[in-house]
Each structure stands twice: as structure tokens, then as C-alpha cells.
């Protein structure tokens, strides 16, 4: 079944995994796959507008899920609905992030789901999602939106280099636009930059360091993304990026970057 005839089917599945392409809208289809299934222009529009009372999310790219998260969920939703539709979603964006104890949480839940209750998963790496989650879902590539990509990319002046980083690197539009407007992004490319200049030069890698160590997982996250796009196909650099929500000692993550800089 294509993304189009998911939205317009009349029967929904009750779990999905949507596979996010890079740079892709995944939120604003998340929205439509939800307004999809209730059907009041009201509630479509609480939706729209993030008010929405029975929907939760938790996200793995952040922070590890753990199974406190979960049975969270499950709590809730043992509850009756707060919103008259009676409909209830969760999102789990980065399930492939999610703890083995959150899983085995999660597993039961998908088996035999309360009524009305749908589970929207994300993931950017299908193959690092446990195959006893997929095979409880139904699984959906999200497409890159090109078009969007380009009129948005369009109102900043970003060279060929920070252009293609860009597009190799993001998969969420909305989360580049906010990167962008709130200088994350040029500030994690300057540091990226400077560290592969002079990873040979103790003083200023001090100085990096202690910049590193304030930095919180998600700008820790997308800093290693741009190493690993400025030299790419490092098998050690993929590596660490993958471990980084499992190994979250900032120093030690630092150092490791910092020993791969070295061979190269």
C-alpha cells in the first residue's frame, strides 16, 4: 500500500513505522495520517495546531527510551480519551533508539492495542529496528520532499559545501529550519570545521573539549554527523555516531572523536 492510499483507506492499521528519507516532511504527514482517522473538522484542526489532548510522544533521538516511557503510555491509555473523538496516538519517533526492557514493554501493547488507539513509530535506520517490532507493524518510507528543500534552503546564503552537509545530514525538514533559525546548524558546522583543522594541536582541542562538554546530545549528535559528511566513509566515525545515545559519557564520546581524527 502507497502513503496515499494509507491516508485514504478506510480501515487504518493500528501500528506503523514510518521510515524517514532525509530531508523529508515526516511531521506534517504524521498530521495528515492522524487527521486521516478522525473525521471533525474541529479535531482536525486541534491537530493542525498541536492541541490535541490524546496524543503522546516520546523521542528517541533525544534520549534513550526507556521502559518508564512506555508503561507511560500504556497507563494513560488504560484511561478513557480526554477529547470527544476518542481516538488516542502515541508517536515513538527513533524506535530503533528505544532500551530492550522498553521494547519488551512496547511488545505486548502492539500485540493487543485498546481500542481506538493507534502507535505512530519513526525510524531513520530500519535495520537497526528489532524485527519482533517490525513484524508487529506496518512499515511506510517517507519520501524526501524536494520541493520544499529547495524554496526553504533558498532564503539562506549557504555554499556548496554547507548545502550538501545539509542535504546528508537532516532528515526532518522542520528540524533544519529550526537548526537554521536558531544557529545550531552554523555553529555545529564552525566547531566540526575547526576540530578536523587542528585535531592536532593540543591547546585549541582543550579548548574544544570544554565546548563539547557543554553542548547537550542533540547538537553532540549532529556535530558528529558533519564529521562524518566531511570525511566520509569512515566506518569508526558511523560507529560512534550509532553508539552515541548508548555511551553517553560527553568526555569520553570527545575523545573517541578525537583518537579517529588522529589516523586520518
Keep these: 500500500m502507497s502513503l496515499n492510499n494509507l491516508l485514504n483507506a478506510s480501515t487504518k492499521p493500528h501500528a506503523l513505522i514510518f521510515v524517514e528519507s532525509k530531508l523529508c516532511s515526516l511531521d506534517d504527514f504524521i498530521k495528515e495520517y492522524m487527521k486521516s482517522i478522525v473525521e471533525n473538522a474541529k479535531w482536525k484542526n486541534k491537530i ?8 503522546i510522544k516520546i523521542d528517541g533521538y533525544k534520549s534513550n527510551i526507556k521502559k518508564d516511557e512506555i ?9 478513557s480519551a480526554v477529547e470527544i473523538a476518542g481516538v488516542k496516538f502515541y508517536i515513538i519517533y527513533g524506535i530503533e533508539f528505544a532500551s530492550q526492557q522498553a521494547v519488551n514493554a512496547l511488545l505486548k501493547f502492539l500485540e493487543e492495542p485498546p481500542t481506538n488507539t493507534y502507535a505512530i513509530l519513526t525510524t531513520r535506520t530500519i535495520d537497526l529496528v528489532l524485527p519482533t517490532i ?10 524526501t520532499n524536494e520541493h520544499s528543500i529547495i524554496k526553504q534552503l533558498s532564503k539562506y546564503k549557504f555554499n556548496d559545501e554547507e548545502i550538501n552537509i545539509i542535504k546528508n545530514t537532516y532528515y526532518d525538514i522542520n ?8 544557529k545550531l546548524f552554523i555553529k555545529s558546522y564552525s566547531f ?12 585549541i582541542v582543550k579548548q574544544l573539549a570544554d565546548q563539547f562538554k557543554k553542548m547537550d546530545y542533540q547538537q553532540i549528535y549532529l556535530v558528529l554527523k558533519i564529521i562524518s559528511n ?6 569508526n566515525l558511523y560507529e560512534l555516531i550509532q553508539n552515541v545515545n548508548f555511551n553517553p559519557i560527553k568526555i569520553l564520546i570527545f575523545d573517541n572523536l578525537w583518537k579517529i581524527l588522529q589516523k586520518i
Design 230 to 235: 566531511l570525511i566520509p566513509n569512515n566506518v
Design 134 to 143: 517490525k513484524s508487529r507493524c506496518q512499515v511506510y518510507i517517507v519520501p
Design 175 to 182: 528540524e533544519l529550519i529550526g537548526d537554521i533559525e536558531s
Design 48 to 55: 493542525d495546531t498541536n492541541t490535541y489532548y490524546d496524543v
Design 71 to 79: 508503561l507511560r503510555i500504556i497507563q494513560q491509555f488504560q484511561q
Design 192 to 203: 566540526a570545521k575547526e576540530l578536523i583543522a587542528h585535531h592536532d594541536d593540543l591547546i
